[in-house]
């Protein structure tokens, strides 16, 4: 368990998704480039590709993402931030289910959830 003011401490926003790569090597990562509204965008690495056969489908789409996580290094480029999703199922007899947490298209990029 953690305390609530532990919880306070995650930074959670909306980021909109400019553009999506796939990573040359990776059946499991992709990049994709976020606007918090701030100057720079963000470049988010995640493990998802699976579950998206055309990645160019997130393009323009609005989600949750962590944004305060330390900058993390994989297959050499750095992720600065979490997609937050939903993956279930898999267990004997139930299929496996994902799902982004979307946010509304009239969520402005950078909004803080709470």
């Not at 480039?33 to 393009?59: C, M, W, Y």
């Not at 267990?91 to 509304?104: D, I, N, Q, R």
């Amino acid at each position: 368990m953690i305390s609530i003011d532990e919880f306070k401490k995650v930074e959670i926003r909306a980021g909109k998704i400019l553009s999506v790569e796939e990573i040359e090597g990776s059946d499991k990562l992709l990049k994709l480039s976020v606007d918090f509204a701030e100057e720079n965008h963000r470049q988010i690495l995640s493990g998802i590709k699976k579950f998206f056969p055309d990645p160019q489908t997130l393009v323009g789409v609005t989600c949750a993402f962590v944004t305060n996580l330390e900058p993390r290094m994989l297959m050499g480029l750095e992720s600065q931030g979490m997609i937050m999703a939903v993956l279930g199922g898999g267990a004997e007899g139930a299929s496996e289910f994902f799902s982004l947490l979307k946010l509304g298209d009239d969520v402005p990029p950078g909004s803080i959830v709470k």
